[in-house]
């Protein structure tokens, strides 16, 4: 499953939130420290590990 990092705009915490697509599409994410739905996705960058060698 996909792993989205948010911030909450009421307490500050960031978050790294693992979420389906329809859960990330419907965007109703809580804040897992006070519970807030006032979330702001963040958007950062990743890297794809892959088991074959180039």
Do not use: R, W
Not at 9 to 25: A, M
Not at 38 to 45: A, D, E, Y
């Amino acid at each position: 499953m996909p792993m989205y990092d948010y911030t909450c705009l009421d307490c500050g915490k960031e978050s790294l939130i693992v979420l389906t697509l329809k859960e990330h599409e419907s965007a109703k994410v809580t804040c897992p420290k006070c519970g807030s739905s006032n979330m702001k996705q963040l958007f950062t960058s990743f890297v794809a590990h892959t088991t074959k060698k180039s």
